[in-house]
């Protein structure tokens, strides 16, 4: 698609979804790809609403786009399907070109739906050049948040967040309210997550995974037996969830720390005979 006519899409879809929200569809799993060369190429920096602290000290994140000297600058605000690719840009004003580690990769990519009802972990390529890239899978039109997480070498890990739109046709629907749900069938596999979060408390959950009624060990990923990203209903504040286990040895367990009272959509990445796979809660989160 060319210029112009992304712009053009961006536009007629973004004034269809300030008037009535977005009507979409379900999780999608996570995706890896290698590296990608190209020019790096900027755009204006925007400001968004300051990151929010709720329920004490603990920040949620996500919520800008610019913290501590770093942007996170996207090429376009488009989530159509193909590549997506952006720079982070720090405190010089230059592309980041050195990063340490987390969960076994420099960055990782979440886009979620506003609606909480789709989700993708991607894992970006880098050039030398501090460009990153990614081919997003085919998305449901409407508006979506995408995460950068990450470590700066020589600086702390943040998460910075932009909106996109994915452009087509179709009716927009204000999206139904979240109902709680702890158990989702994936592929065959029963998920069920074990455990109440509460505001301001760290809380200890499980995710038991089952074929046939019995619980199935998962393979390690990213660095321990499974990952999770919660995602607050509303304004899509990112927590960042602590897993326990290096290694997998049946049910995960992880350390979750909610900022608010309020509902919260997890999204429960394991792998199992070499496939990763997505499944999808909603947990109520009461006050402390």
């Known amino acids: 698609m060319n210029p112009g006519a992304k712009l053009g899409a961006y536009t007629l879809l973004l004034v269809a979804v300030l008037g009535g929200g977005a009507a979409l569809g379900t999780a999608a799993g996570p995706i890896g790809i290698s590296g990608d060369g190209g020019d790096a190429h900027a755009s204006s920096r925007h400001a968004e609403d300051p990151d929010a602290v709720l329920g004490g000290e603990l920040a949620a994140g996500g919520l800008m786009v610019s913290q501590d000297g770093y942007t996170l600058v996207p090429e376009d605000r488009l989530a159509d399907h193909g590549e997506f690719a952006f720079e982070v840009v720090g405190p010089d004003g230059e592309p980041v070109e050195s990063y340490d580690r987390l969960h076994d990769r420099e960055l990782h990519l979440i886009v979620a739906s506003r609606d909480l009802t789709r989700f993708a972990h991607l894992h970006p390529g880098r050039d030398a050049a501090g460009r990153w890239a990614v081919d997003l899978p085919a998305l449901v039109p409407g508006p979506y948040r995408a995460f950068a997480d990450f470590r700066p070498s020589g600086a702390g890990q943040l998460t910075l967040g932009v909106d996109l739109v994915a452009p087509g046709p179709g009716p927009i629907a204000a999206p139904p309210g979240l109902a709680a ?108």
Do not use: C, I, K, M
């Open 181 to 288: 749900s702890r158990t989702d069938v994936v592929d065959g596999y029963e998920v069920t997550l074990e455990g109440d979060v509460a505001a301001g408390e760290e809380a200890g959950v499980t995710v038991a995974v089952r074929r046939d009624g019995r619980v199935v060990t998962t393979e390690p990923y990213l660095g321990a037996a499974g990952h999770l990203v919660a995602l607050r209903d509303g304004d899509l504040a990112y927590l960042h969830v602590h897993p326990l286990d290096d290694e997998p040895n049946g049910p995960v367990a992880f350390a979750v720390e909610v900022p608010s009272p309020g509902t919260y959509a997890l999204f429960f990445d394991f792998l199992v005979d070499g496939t990763v796979r997505t499944a999808r809660f909603v947990a109520q989160a009461g006050s402390p």
